[in-house]
C-alpha cells in the first residue's frame, strides 16, 4: 500500500505541473494578445479622436460578432472534442475547422465590403476594409484555439507574438495615412503575417472544401455554439449602436475607452476557450469529481483580478490618462467603478460557463447566454436612456451579477445530472 501511494504521488504532482504548464501558457498568450488589442486600440484613440474611435469600434464589434460565429461553428467544437487527442485526430480536425473559420471570414468579409459600398460616409469605408481583413483576423485565432486543443500553448503564444511584431510597422504605415481604413487594413495585414505562420508552426494547411463535413459532423454542438456566440457578441453590438443612437457616436467611443482600460481583463475572457474548456475538457476525463472546484477557482480568480485591476486604475492621474487615451480619458474614466464590477460579475460566470462547455451540456450554456445576452442589452439600453453613457455601464454591471448567478445554478444542474448518469455523457442536455 505504501509503495502503491508513492508511486501516485509522483503522478498526481506531474499531472499538476502538467496542468500549470499549460495555464500558464494560456496566460502568456492572453496576455500577448491582450497588449497587442491594447496597442492598437490605445494608438487609434489617440490618433483618431472621439468621434472617429467610434466608428473604428463599431467596426471593431462588428468583428467579434463574426469571430463568435466562427468560434461556434468551426474551434469551440474543436477545443471541446479534440483536446487531448491522438496527433493523428488532432491535425483532421485542426484542417477541417480552420478550413471552416476561413470560409466563414471570407463569406462574411464580403458581405461586409458590400455593405460598407453601399453606406458611404464614415462607416462605408471601415466596413469595407474590416470586410477585407476578416478572412486573415479569424483564420489568425483559429490556430490560437488549434494549438491549445493540442495541448501546445507555446505555439499559441508565439503566434500572438508574431502578430503583435507585424503590427508595429503596419500601424506606423496606416498613421501616415490616418484614417479608420487604415488602421483597420493595417490590422489585418499585421493577421494574415501571423496566420500564415500558424500553418507554419502547425504544419496544416486550411481545409475549407471539409467545411461542409465539419459542419455536419458537429451540428449538435456548433449550432447551439453559434447561437450562443452570436448572442453574446451580437448584445454588445446592439448596446453599442444603441448607445450612439440615444447619447452620441462619442459614448459609443467613451464605453470602448473603458473597456480598453480594462482590458487584460476582457481580452481573457474574449478567449476564456482557449485554454479553460481545454483544460475543464482534461479535468472531466481524468477527475470529473474536480471540475466544480476547478471552475469556481476560475471564475472567482478572474473576478478578484478585475477588481484589483480596477482599483488600480482608480489612482491613475488624470495627466497619465490622458497620455494614454488621449481625449477619450475623460469620458472614458467616468465609467472605471461601473466598468470594473460588469468585468468582474462576467469573470465569476465564465467559470461556469467553462464547465458547462466542458460536459458539452450546449442545451444549458445556450439557455444561460441567451439570458445574460437579454439582461445585458436590457440594462445597457436602459441605463442609457436613464443617464447616458454611465447609466449604461452601471446597466451592464447589474446584469452581469444577476446572469453570473444564473450559469452557476445552471453548472450545478448539469453536474447534478451527470452523477444520477455518470456513464453517458452530458452532451445536450
Known sequence: MATEGARTRPKAATARRAVVGRLSWGLADQAASSMTNFAVGIFVARSLGPAAFGVFSLAWLTYGVVLNVARGLATDPLVVRFSGVPDTSWRAAAARASGTALGVGATVGAVCVLVGLGLGGRLGPAFACLGVALPALLLQDAWRFAFFAAGTGRKAFVNDVVW????????????????????????????????????????????PAGARTWLRDHRDLGHRYLIENVSLSGASQLRAYGLGALVGVGAVGAVRGAELLLGPFLAV???????????????????????????????????????????????????????????????????????????????????????????????????????ASTCYVTGGLGGAAAAGAVGSAWGVAAATSVSSAVWWLQLRSALGERRQNPISEVRTS
Not at 180 to 189: P, Q, R, S
Not at 328 to 349: F, H, Q, R, Y
Open 269 to 371: 475572457l474574449m478567449g476564456l476557450s482557449l485554454v479553460t474548456v481545454a483544460e475543464a475538457a482534461r479535468v472531466l476525463r481524468q477527475a470529473p469529481h474536480r471540475l466544480a472546484r476547478f471552475c469556481l477557482l476560475l471564475g472567482g480568480g478572474q473576478a478578484v483580478a478585475a477588481l484589483l485591476w480596477g482599483a488600480a486604475l482608480l489612482l491613475v492621474p488624470d495627466r497619465a490618462g490622458e497620455m494614454v487615451l488621449g481625449g477619450v480619458w475623460a469620458s472614458a474614466s467616468e465609467l472605471i467603478v461601473p466598468a470594473t464590477l460588469g468585468v468582474a460579475g462576467a469573470g465569476l460566470g465564465t467559470g461556469a460557463a467553462a464547465g458547462l462547455r466542458a460536459l458539452g451540456a450546449a442545451r444549458r450554456s445556450l439557455r444561460s447566454q441567451l439570458f
Open 164 to 207: 503583435g511584431v507585424a503590427l508595429v510597422p503596419a500601424m506606423v504605415v496606416a498613421a501616415r495615412v490616418g484614417s479608420v481604413a487604415a488602421y483597420l487594413l493595417a490590422w489585418g495585414a499585421a493577421a494574415a503575417v501571423a496566420a500564415m505562420y500558424g500553418c507554419f508552426q502547425s504544419g496544416i494547411l486550411p481545409r
